[in-house]
């Protein structure tokens, strides 16, 4: 399978602990998105790579979340001092950008965090 | 403040009825689209709408997207079990950002 995966599936852990999570987009896409889906909601942009540039982030990404995407491939979120707030689906996505027109963004099966 | 609203946000019908849902903003997009996601997986692509007015069609769903390309519909003919999901539907702004609405989590009972 070749589709987008996310590392681990399912996260819980106590308040105040910190976490972090793995996508692995598809090999040959340049763009890698982070979103975040609490239950009931469709799922909210919190930032975007292209390569290994972070080009935007949502006023959702507080101070205690930090995204990374080092080498141009992989990325990880990690959410530091977690909150019962913080419990939610996050969900990543990843496109392949070239020229002006829309590409499809692929999603990832999620990583469901749910903080005690 | 949700960009993209959906109706009716829950849907319960008889397998073999028709259903519609609806997606509406007072932004415009420059595209639409329409996912499905099942429990504990991420959304799946449907459909992408470009051009205001313009009817795609998916087997029994028929999807629209309003001239002013601000609002959006999904009809489903007949509708079967294997239709149970939650249905998304986002518009694209800017860099490619999806932006979502709350969805429309639609049962068909057998």
């Known amino acids: 399978d070749t589709g987008v995966s996310q590392d681990p599936r399912h996260k819980i852990t106590k308040r105040g602990q910190n976490v972090t999570f793995r996508c692995d987009p598809i090999?040959?896409?340049?763009?890698l998105y982070w979103y975040r889906q609490t239950l009931g909601q469709g799922p909210e942009f919190l930032t975007y790579?292209?390569?290994?540039?972070?080009?935007?982030k949502s006023r959702l990404l507080s101070d205690r979340f930090s995204a990374e995407r080092p080498k141009g491939s992989f990325s990880t979120l990690e959410i530091q001092r977690t909150e019962q707030g913080d419990s939610a689906m996050y969900l990543c996505?990843?496109?392949?950008?070239?020229?002006?027109?829309?590409?499809?963004?692929?999603f990832g099966p999620g990583t469901r965090l749910t903080v005690l | 403040t949700q960009l993209l609203e959906q109706s009716p946000q829950f849907l319960s019908i008889q397998e073999g009825e028709n259903l519609t849902v609806y997606c509406n903003s007072s932004s415009v997009f420059s595209s639409l689209q329409w996912y499905r996601q099942e429990p504990g997986e991420g959304p799946v692509l449907l459909v992408t709408v470009v051009t205001g007015g313009e009817v795609k069609k998916l087997k029994r769903l028929t999807f629209q997207f309003g001239d002013a390309r601000k609002d959006s519909s999904l009809h489903i003919t007949a509708a079967q079990p294997g239709d149970t999901g939650l249905y998304l539907c986002a518009g694209v702004r800017g860099a490619q950002k999806l932006v979502f609405g709350q969805g429309t989590r639609l049962t068909i009972n057998p």
């Open positions: 996505a990843s496109s392949y950008r070239q020229g002006r027109s829309y590409n499809e963004q692929f």
């Open positions: 090999s040959e896409h340049n763009r």
């Open positions: 790579f292209q390569n290994e540039a972070q080009l935007e």
